[in-house]
């Protein structure tokens, strides 16, 4: 009888946004930087820009909460809230389906005096805006990006993407994928998924085998990598 293989659920941890759990580096100093202090933000408003995983959502959410703000998410912004909190954070503000929204919501937050964060891929002054209203106030804003991810960031990510999937993943595992994988947040987080599906359907440890799969999916390079002594991430996988 053939050993039943198991399933591999689809389910990704739930994000959390504590303080303590995010990663800094100097990448992201200006913009933590400004977000300390959003009463010198001109006109009391800023827009924060950054690729995928870079920790926008993070940022924009520990800002949120520090005094009592919304969050709200420009994909499904398609009205305003019926009130207004003091601060207000827009995530993905630059997929809002409804540029009239957008603008209508900068118009009255500003006569309300709300502190409002942006956030979105690329500067304001490069979103895709049809709007001539829209597009000079997004030109106005004062507009910082979180710059591309160094060592100090990326090794502690990986390290804390695998403790929250419950992965137990060799520290030679996790230098070979670092060595290899596309140098942004998302890749890693990529990664750390494909891995954990791969894993759970298998049954198996998460191997260098399996690293190298996962590189090569994501477009890594996966050259030959320095002799490790035999029997070294058996040591490296019991302590």
């Known amino acids: 009888m053939n050993a039943l293989r198991q399933l591999s659920l689809p389910f990704a941890p739930a994000p959390h946004y504590e303080a303590a759990d995010f990663v800094t580096a100097p990448s992201n100093a200006e913009a933590r930087a400004w977000l300390a202090r959003p009463t010198s ?10 690729e995928a995983g870079c920790g926008k959502t993070h940022l924009l959410h520990l800002w949120a909460a520090e005094g009592g703000g ?3 998410a420009g994909p499904f912004l398609r009205a305003l809230p019926r009130t207004l909190a003091r601060r207000l954070a827009v995530d993905d503000a630059d997929a809002c389906p409804d540029e009239a929204v ?30 001539p209203d829209l597009t000079s106030r997004l030109r106005a804003l004062t507009a910082i990006s979180i710059g591309p991810a160094e060592d100090a960031l990326l090794r502690p990510l990986l390290a804390r993407l695998f403790a929250e999937r419950q992965l137990r993943v060799s520290p030679l595992v996790q230098d070979f994928l670092l060595a290899r994988l596309p140098r942004t947040p998302a890749a890693l987080r990529e990664a750390a998924a494909r891995l ?21 999916e994501l477009g890594g390079e996966v050259e030959p990598a320095p002799a490790v002594p035999p029997g070294e991430f058996d040591r490296a996988l019991s302590t």
């Open 41 to 50: 933000w001109p006109e009391g408003r800023l827009a924060l820009s950054g």
């Open 70 to 72: 919304e969050m709200l």
């Open 102 to 131: 957008l603008l209508h919501l900068l118009n009255a937050t500003r006569e309300a005096r709300c502190l409002v964060l942006l956030a979105g891929r690329t500067l304001p002054a490069r979103w895709k805006v049809g709007l």
């Open 196 to 216: 954990d599906r791969r894993a759970l359907a298998s049954g198996g440890r998460i191997s260098r085998p399996l690293a190298a799969l996962v590189i090569a």
